[in-house]
């Protein structure tokens, strides 16, 4: 009787932590997102256009999946108990390092030296670095290119010794030495940082501390030959356990710790032009009394704290999330100075996404039409620009310019896009035929009449 009683009961337990997500599901409404994770929708018996939708079970898991009771709470539980008693993450974009150091897994590829670049990709997204300074510089601005550093580039004593460090030239590296064959105005952050005793970035966050953001802004100005009073104290900030670190809270998205942050003593003295919701806005507009020149930077996630600092630095700033970079705001914030910032891992960006600007105009003798040499092109407007981004069927040299033929002039693209054969041409015309023309074995080749295809 009494192992019935313990069978019953046992049963009955089980099934009550089986029903305890559903019941908590329909008592206390579905469970939040944490982080910047998106969630399943609802499911719906019909799809859009009216028919049944036979994977409503399939999004029916889904949506429970995510939106159970207590999700967050059991996630955040499950994270700490395989942190501390097997010394992992549970977390794909979680690296957990020692002493409460968290790294963000996207930087693996470039500690690790995985999945680097090719040639071609590095001199491409090189050159077309140096076709915005051409266009910059065309009109009357300064040019700077520079690059902030993964966590663990400038820590990676903290790293888990499984993650093999590469040595060797890595996409940063390669890159730099392109900009320098290629005359590009460029600043590397990495050894600035590394020379600092001073920890410059967050041990739960994947960004820097706002004393680290303070010591790149200094960089930057120097590089631009701006003759200002250096930002960069430690002893001018103070130190707060305060900041709800990124990396954090993917790992835990209900835990409670904190991270030690830095903040200046003194106030700013930029303003706002408009109101901001937040540093993660897309644009944001600032003005500072006393300091003079026109800012336009192109910026990432380390930008939410760098722009403070740069505020302080012009008479009047725009700093833009765009990607790809819209050059043509140039027209709009009439900017003497335009700098682009990105982070380390997201350097393969330059190589994949072609910017936003009026291609240049080329002096070429054209060749004649090779045999058999052709190209696929669609065409699209932005900004007032027509936007031609194609593929050559044929792999030109690694270090070959591409030349778009339309309207009866001959326009250099960015040889960027999504394999080493693209290209993009932003032009003032529109035209239903181009003919593309690059470098194969030393040769120029010419492509056939592509007929655009609207994208």
Not at 388 to 408: C, K, Q, W
Request: charged share 20%.
């Amino acid at each position: 009787m009494k192992h019935k009683i313990f069978y019953v009961l046992f049963l009955v337990c089980g099934l009550a932590l089986c029903l305890f997500p559903l019941l908590g599901l329909t008592v206390t409404g579905p469970a939040p997102a944490a982080a910047n994770e998106m969630l399943a929708l609802p499911p719906s018996v019909r799809t859009e256009r009216g028919g049944f939708n036979w994977n409503f079970l399939s999004d029916l898991s889904d949506y429970f999946a995510d939106h159970f009771s207590c999700r967050q709470e059991l996630i955040t539980l499950n994270a700490a108990l395989e942190k501390n008693l097997l010394g992992e993450s549970a977390s794909e974009q979680v690296v957990c390092g020692s002493d409460g150091w968290l790294y963000y897994a996207e930087t693996l590829d470039d500690y690790q030296g995985q999945n680097r670049l090719s040639d071609r990709q590095i001199w491409a997204a090189a050159h077309t670095l140096a076709l915005i300074q051409e266009s910059v510089e065309g009109r009357g601005a300064a040019f700077l290119f520079t690059v902030v550093p993964n966590k663990n580039t400038v820590y990676p004593d903290h790293m888990p010794a499984r993650y093999l460090r590469a040595f060797a030239p890595g996409n940063r590296e390669r890159l730099f030495d392109a900009l320098a064959q290629s005359g590009v105005r460029s600043l590397d952050l990495t050894p600035i940082f590394q020379a600092e005793d001073e920890t410059l970035y967050l041990k739960r966050d994947s960004h820097w501390t706002n004393l680290g953001a303070a010591l790149a802004c200094d960089a930057i100005c120097s590089a631009l030959g701006r003759s200002l009073p250096p930002q960069y104290d430690p002893s001018a900030f103070t130190a707060r356990r305060d900041y709800a670190g990124d990396l954090y809270a993917m790992l835990y998205p209900t835990g409670t710790g904190k991270d030690l942050q830095t903040y200046p003593k003194r106030a700013p003295s930029f303003s706002y032009a408009d109101p901001i919701r937040s540093p993660e806005d897309q644009r944001i507009l600032t003005r500072c009394e006393g300091q003079t020149g026109a800012l336009l930077m192109f910026r990432d996630s380390f930008g939410n704290s760098l722009h403070s600092f740069l505020a302080e630095s012009f008479g009047q700033a725009c700093f833009s999330r765009a990607m790809p970079y819209r050059l043509t705001l140039l027209s709009s914030v009439e900017a003497d100075t335009v700098v682009i910032e990105l982070v380390e891992r997201n350097i393969p960006w330059l190589a994949e996404r072609a910017p936003i600007f009026e291609a240049p105009q080329r002096e070429l003798t054209l060749p004649e039409q090779t045999p058999g040499c052709a190209a696929r092109v669609t065409r699209r407007e932005a900004d007032g620009l027509f936007v031609y981004s194609g593929e050559l069927d044929r792999d030109p040299d690694v270090d070959s310019p591409v030349y778009l033929v339309a309207g009866g002039a001959v326009y250099e693209a960015s040889p960027v896009g999504e394999t080493g054969r693209s290209f993009t041409a932003c032009l003032p015309v529109c035209a239903d035929t181009v003919e593309a023309v690059y470098v194969k074995d030393g040769s120029l080749q010419r492509t056939a009449a592509a007929v655009c295809t609207e994208s």
